[in-house]
């Protein structure tokens, strides 16, 4: 597993780009790293938060900037989660 240290170093300011919405979840993503990992980002989780977020699709967010809010993690090449940050809504 890496560290919050070498995430936030190496893929802090990746562009994560608007990807889909479900059960009161926003989901960015960023496209596939040289690796082949995938950096995805979570917002939301309840009706509530969910009102009071503003969401432009046409703005990417990054984890240096967005991770604190909610819900981050890395996927590896074979779809296995090699990083987490925050709770899971």
């Known amino acids: 597993m890496l560290t919050d240290e070498d995430v936030f170093e190496r893929y802090g300011d990746v562009p994560l780009a608007f990807s889909h919405y479900y ?3 926003f989901i960015y993503k ?3 790293l040289d690796n082949g990992d995938c950096i995805f980002l979570q917002l939301g989780g309840t009706m509530e938060k969910v009102s009071a977020l503003s969401v432009d699709v046409e703005e990417h967010l990054t984890l240096n900037e967005d991770a604190d ?5 890395i996927k590896n090449s074979d779809n296995q989660v090699i990083w987490k940050h925050g ?3």
């Open 23 to 25: 059960n009161f979840v």
């Open 30 to 32: 960023s496209a596939a």
């Open 69 to 73: 809010r909610e819900f981050a993690y």
């Open 87 to 89: 709770e899971k809504k």
